[in-house]
């Protein structure tokens, strides 16, 4: 089954809170990069198709780390995670299900991806999103409050996914968060990519975008829980840095 599942990780970023020289995703996390930890899991899970790394602040030296381990596609622009993807489509094929990470997200493990794989083989949804549910925002949790939040309906179906900025009260009360993984339906999401609009403050193209155009569509979404909420931290800054650091000693 593996062989209909690519993968795309975004790894474009220049991580400027880090005010790193490196690209954000060779920043290493206990000693290694933190994209390499993730590609580890990436080709432990099965999938077949060579991995496709979205590269463009630093691309040369991303290039030279893995050589031979990965496509190469280039994001001239940093406008957003969906034209980062959108930079990526022609690189893998017209069918089947495409698996969208990132590359600041060093822990995502062998089993977290193959539950998303499953679950996504037995699915006719065009768009399958992973979330993280955590009991509050305390501790190493902090980091889970500037995430979007999952709203869902009286069926338990995602709704909309309400970015913090735009969050109400009630809408920040919610303790479903979404670390960005997705698994999107390739012939749907080449048909709809471009339907995707810029207008908001940082005039980019996101990627929750197109989970909220496929519930206008009357399309169903469907969401699959991170069984550790600390596979889902990203890395933006040196604090979460350290977050990240001890949660990967903590889950060996």
């Known amino acids: 089954m593996t062989q209909n599942f690519y993968t795309v990780i975004l790894a474009a970023g220049q991580g400027k809170r880090m005010g790193a020289e490196i690209p954000k995703a060779l920043i290493p996390v206990n000693g ?53 993807l959108q930079c990526a489509l022609p690189f893998i094929g017209e069918t089947g299900r495409v698996l969208v990470l990132y590359g600041d997200h060093a822990f995502v493990s062998v089993k977290t991806i193959k539950k998303l794989i499953d679950h996504c083989s037995d699915s006719n949804a065009p768009v399958v999103l992973m979330t993280v549910k955590v009991d509050d925002f305390n501790d190493w949790r902090k980091a889970f409050y500037d995430f979007g939040r999952i709203v869902r309906d009286e069926n338990g179906l995602v709704k909309k996914i309400v970015e913090k900025r735009d969050a109400s009260e009630a809408d920040l009360a919610l303790t479903e968060v979404n670390p960005g993984y997705y698994c999107f339906d390739i012939a749907w999401v080449k048909q709809n990519i471009e339907k995707i609009k810029n207008q908001n403050t940082q005039n980019e193209y996101y990627l929750t975008d197109l989970i909220g155009l496929a519930i206008s569509q009357g399309e ?27 949660a990967m000693v903590s889950t060996g």
């Open 220 to 246: 169903m979404v469907e969401a699959v829980l991170v069984d550790d909420p600390r596979e889902g931290l990203g890395v933006n800054t040196f604090d979460q840095l350290k977050l990240a650091e001890d």
């Open 32 to 84: 290694r990069p933190m994209i390499d930890h993730l590609l580890d899991s990436v080709v432990g899970s099965g999938i077949e198709n060579e991995p496709v790394v979205v590269v463009g602040h630093g691309a040369d030296l991303i290039k030279q780390h893995l050589n031979g381990r990965c496509k190469f596609a280039f994001q001239p622009e940093q406008l957003g995670t969906a034209h980062a």
